[in-house]
């Protein structure tokens, strides 16, 4: 039975870094949204806000349905919607055939502003990483980790150093077959 990975959290959180550095460790697919964000973005920069993101969405549970129809455990990362994304999330497992377990990343409203703040400054994604004031964000943007039934949840401070050996730990004492 093939595993569906989700990493959570709130923009900034570490979720990127932590999955593409999971997902290297386990050798699985990396699925995440800004990757499609950027490519749309890059080749339509007109674009609009209100289709990017949907579209880039879409893109994402296009391919982890292909990689999941390949037999592949996948790692899916985006900053998901609380109340919407966990039904994608189901589903998608359902029609493969695939567990779920969820890695929640999260630190605190001053870290996550500071850091997005920089990624902002830096303008290296532009239409992906727009100014923002965190604590004005509402209870759907994933300040909690998704409502997954009972799929197992790892919830890491990522302020607290290299917390991927304490994650592959996790992985591992997983159970093969998850009802």
Same mark, same amino acid.
């Given at each position: ?33 800004? /990757? ?11 674009? /609009?806000? =209100? ?11 296009? #391919? =982890?349905?292909?990689?999941?129809? =390949? ?12 109340? #919407? ?8 497992? @359902?029609?493969?055939? @695939?567990?779920? @377990? ?11 502003? =500071? ?35 009972? @799929? ?28």
């Amino acid at each position: 039975m093939t595993l569906l990975l989700i990493v959570s959290g709130m923009p900034a959180s570490g979720k990127s870094m932590l999955g593409a550095q999971l997902a290297g460790a386990l050798s699985v697919p990396f699925v995440t949204k800004d /990757e499609y964000k950027a490519l749309l973005l890059a080749r339509l920069p007109g674009l /609009e806000r =209100a289709v990017s993101g949907p579209l880039s969405f879409d893109l994402m549970w296009h #391919v =982890a349905g292909v990689t999941l129809a =390949a037999g592949a455990d996948t790692l899916l990362e985006t900053h998901f919607y609380r109340g #919407v994304s966990e039904q994608h999330i189901l589903t998608l497992a @359902a029609a493969h055939g @695939a567990r779920v @377990a969820q890695v929640f990343c999260h630190a605190p409203v001053d870290v996550l502003q =500071a850091r997005h703040d920089v990624r902002v400054a830096s303008g290296r994604r532009p239409g992906i990483d727009l100014p923002m004031e965190y604590a004005a964000l509402p209870a759907h943007c994933c300040w909690t980790p998704l409502d997954l039934g009972d @799929a197992p949840c790892l919830t890491v401070e990522t302020t607290r150093g290299d917390v991927l050996p304490g994650v592959l730990a996790w992985r591992v004492g997983l159970p093969h077959r998850l009802e």
